[in-house]
Nanobody
Framework: QVQLVESGGGLVQAGGSLRLSCAPS????????MGWFRQAPGKDREFVAT????????DYAGSVKGRFTISKGNVKNTVYLQMNSLKPEDTAVYYC?????????????????WGQGTQVTVSS
């Protein structure tokens, strides 16, 4: 089992910044990639960003490319999502996810473990 705990959400004005953190614990050996997804009210969960466990490869949704940065720390393998130039349309619950297996993915169904989510609200 893998446990994922997100933190860092909150309320911010448009144009502001937030940094989300995801701390994985438990049986993390074998995780191939970590991802961030988000779900706004009445919408499907959507891909935001992903990073391989070794930190070498990242991928972003087009809507956040150039504004968000995913990274992974060496201490406790915490995964971060730095969000800059936030827009009201970024308002959602943000979820961290872990994927086993040997390929990266932007598909939520291919991730094996999920955190509880953290709310991000961007006011106009």
């Amino acid at each position: 089992q893998v446990q994922l705990v997100e933190s860092g959400g909150g309320l911010v004005q448009a144009g502001g910044s937030l940094r989300l953190s995801c701390a994985p614990s438990g049986r993390t050996f074998g995780i191939y990639a970590m991802g961030w997804f988000r779900q706004a009210p009445g919408k499907d969960r959507e891909f935001v960003a992903t990073i391989t466990w070794n930190g070498d490869t990242t991928d972003y949704a087009g809507s956040v490319k150039g504004r968000f940065t995913i990274s992974k720390g060496n201490v406790k393998n915490t995964v971060y999502l730095q969000m800059n130039s936030l827009k009201p349309e970024d308002t959602a619950v943000y979820y961290c996810a872990a994927k086993f297996g040997g390929s990266g993915s932007t598909m939520s169904g291919e991730y094996d473990y999920w955190g509880q989510g953290t709310q991000v609200t961007v006011s106009s």
